[in-house]
């Protein structure tokens, strides 16, 4: 932990040598926004750049031999803390689904350009048709270009993809090499078909093998077999192909897909990486279920936040529910009481208060203007009292967006798991579930791969859940027990239920090499 009274005096006497003369409480300030910051201070040469650029910007005001004031000091530290970035670069950003930018695929130009039209709460009828045309279309150009990557020399090895209504010409035909890609549809009871925008056919699953991952009703699929008599006999079922980020992106150009205030991918930047390369060590804490009417909850969390005092981490990501057994509105004020205790328990932690980022994303059952995705924010009603012992603390939608220097991370809290493992065609065994939940989200490129009956979804909001590009961290908020996984280069990770067990788990995620460790109390 750096010594704040040493490096106020250090900096004092550095201003003082470069003729400049800082009252030492805006020494102390400069300190506190830096160190805010996770900026190394003890580090002599990270110190002697940020006050290398301090004294720059000093001379640029032409305050030499003249009062500084605190707006004087205010304004050279807001550029030093800037330096070498481009004007809308940040640092950490919190990015609410109603603010993801919303882009159209131009078939013709095949690029992602922002839409024309914007979306509406209260959507018409033709949105949902477009809800299913624009998931298809995405997985499509996916599996495309996959399909071409993968064309080989031998034209034996060649695998075609073909639409539904390629099979209407045909009076039957053996899918050897072809593979037809569409949604599953149940037409009944045990009774699915493969439906894409030029058609739909039956399918019998009697004797299919199924590979990559969970296969449940309007996830997307790529079958072959034996079609006859408008039937298709499947033998091999086939969860869609993932695609890493370095060959998704360039379908996007320069335009920022992700959101935030830059106009460019923050990604790629460079003076971004070059800051994360300077701070190795941050971590980002990741909780679920946070009951705030638990028993043992506030005897936790002051363990936990007495283990983080004196070494603050980037940011705590609490997700719902905030309450194990919430039945309504009726019980909204007890939500109040719990937010307000929690607020005074962290205002005790003045180090996290003014270091760390404290984030908060609901879930399906905690108190919203609306029950279907994506979620609102808590109601200010609930936090109102929290946010006055912890002004910094956000409270933002489910699913939500963070961006660390160049770092994207997806935050959603939904119970994934138990809706896939009913409705799965075929359930894996206990030790394949990482690895076919990681691949069923990456692979249909959806948070939510259900039919609109199994979770309900905004029609004009739906692209709010989709993953493409890929970020380099996907967080599900799941009731289930912790799992981890990666594929395409991008992980997937559940913290697994805070409260839920005696452990109280939890985990750690750097964002530098992208360690995830598990932790508990």
Request: net charge neutral; charged share 25%.
């Amino acid at each position: 932990m750096p010594n704040i009274e040493k490096l106020n005096k250090k900096l004092y006497n550095t201003l003082k040598l470069s003729g400049f003369l800082v009252r030492r409480e805006f020494c102390t300030y400069v300190i506190e926004k830096l160190l805010q910051e996770n900026i190394q201070l003890d580090e002599n040469a990270t110190f002697d750049k940020y006050v290398k650029t301090l004294c720059s910007n000093l001379e640029k005001q032409c305050l030499i031999n003249k009062s500084i004031e605190k707006h004087h000091i205010e304004c050279v530290v807001e550029i030093a803390l800037n330096s070498g970035y481009d004007k809308q670069e940040t640092i950490f950003s919190t990015i609410g689904a109603f603010e993801f930018p919303k882009l159209r695929y131009d078939s013709d130009r095949r690029i992602y350009l922002p839409a024309i039209s914007k979306s509406r709460l209260l959507s018409g009828p033709n949105s949902k048709t477009q809800l299913f045309l624009d998931r298809y279309n995405t997985v499509l150009q996916r599996t495309q270009r996959n399909f071409k990557n993968k064309i080989t020399k031998k034209e034996s090895d060649r695998l075609f993809l073909q639409t539904v209504d390629y099979l209407f010409t045909k009076g039957s035909v053996t899918l050897n090499k072809t593979l037809i890609l569409g949604a599953l549809f149940q037409m009944s009871e045990g009774k699915f078909a493969l439906e894409d925008p030029s058609g739909l056919v039956e399918l019998d699953f009697s004797d299919a093998k199924y590979h990559g991952g969970f296969f449940v009703e309007n996830s997307f699929v790529l079958v072959n077999g034996y079609y006859e008599d408008k039937l298709i006999k499947v033998s091999t079922v086939i969860s869609p192909p993932g695609e890493e980020y370095k060959d998704s992106i360039l379908s996007f150009g320069s335009i920022n897909y992700y959101g935030g205030p830059s106009i460019t991918p923050l990604r790629n930047s460079q003076n971004l990486a070059e800051q994360l390369r300077l701070n190795p060590n941050n971590s980002i804490m990741l909780f679920s279920d946070v009951w705030l009417d638990h028993p043992m909850i506030f005897e936790k969390l002051e363990i936990l936040f007495n283990g983080f005092h004196h070494s603050p981490p980037i940011a705590f990501i609490f997700m719902g529910n905030f309450m194990q057994d919430y039945q309504g509105l009726e019980k909204i004020d007890n939500y109040k009481k719990l937010f307000k205790k929690f607020g005074e328990l962290l205002s005790n932690y003045t180090e996290l208060v003014h270091k760390s980022k404290f984030v908060f994303v609901p879930s399906m059952t905690d108190p919203c203007h609306l029950h279907i995705l994506p979620r609102f924010p808590l109601p200010s009603h609930v936090t109102e009292e929290f946010q006055k012992s912890v002004p910094s603390a956000i409270f933002t939608t489910n699913p939500c967006r963070l961006q660390y220097y160049t770092k994207e991370i997806v935050l959603f809290r939904a119970d994934i798991l138990p809706k896939l493992m009913q409705g799965a065609l075929e359930k894996p065994q206990i030790e394949e579930i990482p690895e076919f939940i990681t691949r069923t989200i990456i692979g249909q490129g959806h948070l939510c791969p259900f039919s609109l009956n199994a979770v309900t979804v905004n029609w004009d909001f739906d692209y709010t859940l989709r993953l493409f590009p890929l970020p380099n961290l996907i967080v599900l908020g799941d009731k289930s027990e912790a799992y981890q996984g990666k594929y395409k280069e991008c992980q997937l990770v559940n913290p697994g239920s805070f409260c839920g067990d005696e452990e109280f788990q939890f985990m750690s995620y750097v964002p530098f090499d992208e360690t995830i460790q598990e932790c508990s109390l």
